[in-house]
């Protein structure tokens, strides 16, 4: 007997490979398709990473693929191409205004999720990050390169640029994939589009005149579409098109909508939470942090047994130049940008060497928090220990070997560092803003401080300081901290519960 299936597809929007079944099927059989989605990204930890988008660019797409078709698109950079293994050229995307023409590229990771990869050496084939060349300096074409990339979403999405495939919702991330839902609706294409706004702080600002390379037409330009303070705005354009706008914690969906945090954005947003279009989803952290396997600790450990961290902690001494000790050891991992406050990190570091403590910092960024760091190490030899660059390495054995974990950020979406340190073991001192709010139970599995000021920072360092006093409290703590449930699985939920309205609405 043929098996009964559930149709569970967006009918609106079929594949080909849908459309196909159907015309073969029984008329009593209905027919399961996984819905398609298309998850459009700039980073990707696999093969280039700029901050915690590339994490999260990782981690979601592989929680959500059990329930959906799930592929991702990415800029073809030198980084990808150079690792992803053997890349098919299925299709061309033909040129549009200034926007070159380009190929697509079909490729696979080392599990098998399948990336779009867009071919255009003449935008993506360059050393640097993917936003900025090597002096840290935005690349110029900057909205041609990444309107190419929300262009080719809109064509893939639409069935244009794989033939085999077409995407039941569009998954945009941060401003450089924004202009994708304003071209599906420039169109008249109906796809829902969901936008994740990771940081409101970039934005994707450009000049007016950019308007005609990118293809947008002139009535755009207003305040209801992709006008921003005279300026054309990718973000604005995502937020304003897209169906469902997500960010990353519950507490940061709230500010956003506020003038402090909302980046000027904050009266748009307001309209979004009113109309029931914003909604504030937790990352999670991947199954590779985990202090009882993760290759790159010196010494494994777990909750039930912290002895290992010791070991991990004489490793970040010795690598950062810091003397052996006893005393509570301090680590920060981070971006050096304004946003994560790396000026009260080093004007609290007195404070902490004169009780004892040591830090030890790893970052690269602007160039004048790097020089006060540096700073910093040689007015304290052996107290403060300072690299400039990134080393995944580095930093998991300093989640691992570290009591604590400075995070003094003005504003935070998530934070994905709060976590991995909670998961290791070593208890964050953060401001109490965004998703640190959501993850940090103040005096549970980590220190939370109101108002980023300096006296308030020293505050909670002091109170981490008498806990680390305090073996049963330390312990107690640090237990809680690594117990804490971190996965993706809730929050995997939360996104199929917004796909699922978004598909639904456009249905209406
Ligand atoms: N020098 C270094 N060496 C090694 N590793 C380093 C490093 N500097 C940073 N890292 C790592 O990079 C990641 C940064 O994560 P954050 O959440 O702080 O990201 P970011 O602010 O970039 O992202 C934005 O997007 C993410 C994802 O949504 C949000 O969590 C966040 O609040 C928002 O600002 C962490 O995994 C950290 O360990």
Partial sequence: MLESIQLEANVAFPTVAHAELQASAQPSISVKRRQSILFVTSEIADYIKAGGLGEVSAALPRALRHHYDVRILIPGYRQVLSQIGPVEEIGRLPASFGIPACGLGRGTTQDGLTVYVLLCPELYDRDGSPYVDGFGVDWSDNDIRFARLGLAAADIACGNGDHLWRADLLHLNDWPSGLASAYLVWRGQHIPTILTIHNLAYQGNFDRSRLSHLGIPDAAFQINGVEFYGKLSFLKAGIYYSSHIT???????????????????????????????????????????????????????????????????????????????NGPLFAVVSRLVHQKGVDLAISAAETIVSQGGQIAVIGQGEPRFENELQALAHRHPGSVGVKIGYDEGDARRMYAGSDFLLMPSRFEPCGLSQMYAQRFGSLPIAHRTGGLADTIEDGVNGFLFGEPSLNRFKDAIKRGLDTFRSRPRLTAMRRAAMQRPHGWDRSASRYQEVYQRACQTALA
Avoid: M
């Avoid at 490793?315 to 950062?320: A, H, I, L, S, Y």
């Fill in 247 to 325: 960010t990353v914690s519950s507490t940061y969906a709230h500010e956003i909508t506020r003038p402090e945090f909302g980046c000027g954005l904050d009266g748009l947003l307001r309209t979004c939470a009113e109309q029931g279009r914003l909604d504030g989803i937790i990352n999670g952290i991947d199954e590779s942090w985990d202090p009882s396997t993760d290759p790159y600790l010196v010494s494994p450990f777990s909750a039930e047994n912290c002895r290992g961290k010791r070991a991990n902690a004489n490793n970040v001494r010795q690598n950062f130049g810091l003397a052996l000790s």
